[in-house]
């Protein structure tokens, strides 16, 4: 097992073409498109679900003794979040309904595309109080909400007529502007980093491996999701001889939490409860044996791919692999060196194996090869030692040799 050197402008290439193709869950068909290609040029195989989800496998070249070794699961996803319209109203503005878990405070003011069932139109996100020249103060006011935005379409619409006249329905989908930027400094500002940027490092680690003609001890499946921004993600895709599953996703930055802009973040648990006691402090080692700097976190308000796992039914180890970022959910903020340390981790977890040896087999009928999380010293209660009972209710000597009852 060695230290890969990842291709920066890969990745960032791979970022950038990304963040190009719109993708709000339900509208992903494009960006499957592109990420079998990227596989394809890679040599990678994979087969697709029904409904887009790609499952690519990274096969073992390395001897097993065994008939039967598990495989090893790296998840991320290809959606993002984005919205639909719910109503036209008689003005021909469109009311909002998110896809996805988010603020219509990072809402307001997108510029968007709206994709009809026959072309596509542009418009901004706006406040129903839009101008500060009529209603003055009272746009400060306004509530927070979804049902406080409307879409203006860049084109002469003025009534639900007209808005019809365009091709304009319900269902029909908006996507929200990247506008990413990338600076000199490294940092990486853009809508969408969740998780474009979790895919593009997992594609740097898998170019990384598959050039570098590194050992593989146990098949690696690479799945991309298409919807867990809506919460279903990896729910049915994980396959049985799978043992262990990681998800790459976003990490968020604030106070009170332990993700950072630099390094890899490990969570030890999210909203889904902990993760893996055995897998993450495996990965946690990874990182301080090959000088990867790491942070760990504890996630409040966070689901994942690999939680959707466990609770579809899966009988997997899971752990997540974060790339730190700022401002989630709204125009987010990383640094380069973060992916380029999150694919390097990833391209020395396809070489590391199973994390428990035992794993390769799908059941143990005893205890006596399960793993331990505690030794016994740490079992050991410490106590003070209380005085008998007994002797205190039966009196005590007196200075004379007598008894004092």
């Known amino acids: 097992m060695r230290k890969l050197v990842i291709n920066d402008e890969y990745l960032k290439t791979t970022l950038l073409e990304l963040l190009a193709i719109p993708s709000p869950a339900g509208l992903t068909d494009e ?54 319209v719910r109503e036209i109203k008689p003005n021909g503005r469109l009311s909002l309904m998110p896809v996805g878990t988010w603020s219509s405070r990072w809402a307001e003011g997108g510029r968007v595309t709206l994709f009809t069932e026959s072309g596509r139109e542009r418009g901004s996100v706006l406040p129903l109080k839009a101008s500060g020249h009529v209603y003055n103060e009272a746009i400060d006011s306004q509530p927070v909400e979804w049902d406080q935005l409307e879409l203006r379409v860049d084109a002469e619409i003025h009534s639900e007529a007209e808005a019809r006249a365009h091709g304009i329905q319900i269902g029909d989908f908006v996507a929200f502007d990247p506008n990413p930027e990338m600076l000199d400094n490294g940092y990486i500002v853009s809508r969408h980093l969740d998780d474009k940027a979790g895919v593009a490092a997992v594609l740097a680690a898998v170019k990384a491996v598959v050039e570098g003609r590194a050992p593989i001890p146990m098949d ?7 919807s867990e921004e809506v919460g279903s993600g990896a729910r049915a895709v994980i396959e049985a001889d799978v043992s262990e599953v990681i998800g790459v996703d976003i990490g968020p930055v604030a106070a009170g939490q332990g993700a950072k802009e630099y390094g890899v973040t490990i969570p030890l648990m999210d909203s889904a409860g902990p993760h893996d006691y055995h897998l993450t402090r495996r990965l946690l080692r990874l990182c301080d044996e090959h000088d990867i700097p790491s942070h760990r976190d504890v996630f409040r ?23 730190g970022t700022d401002a989630s959910h709204g125009y987010e903020r990383t640094h380069m060196s973060t992916l380029l340390n999150l694919a390097e981790l990833l391209a020395l977890y396809m070489q590391s194996g199973p994390t428990i040896a035992e794993d390769r087999q799908r059941r143990l009928d005893s205890v006596e090869s399960f793993s331990h999380q505690l030794d016994a010293e740490q079992l050991t209660r410490p106590g003070t030692t209380l005085p008998d009972a007994g002797e205190l209710v039966r009196g005590v000597d007196t200075p004379e040799g007598g008894k004092e009852e």
């Open 301 to 323: 308000f966070y689901h994942s791919d690999a939680g959707a796992a466990v609770s579809a039914g899966a009988d997997v180890r899971t752990a997540l692999l974060c790339f």
């Open 31 to 84: 960006i499957v498109h592109y990420t079998g290609a990227k596989l394809e040029a890679l040599g990678v195989s994979y087969e697709l679900t029904r409904r887009g989800t790609i499952r690519a496998v990274l096969r073992r070249n390395m001897p097993e003794r065994r008939r039967d070794p598990p495989a090893c699961a790296i998840v991320s996803h290809l959606d993002t979040l984005g919205a639909m």
């Open 220 to 226: 690696c499946h690479l799945v991309f999701t298409i």
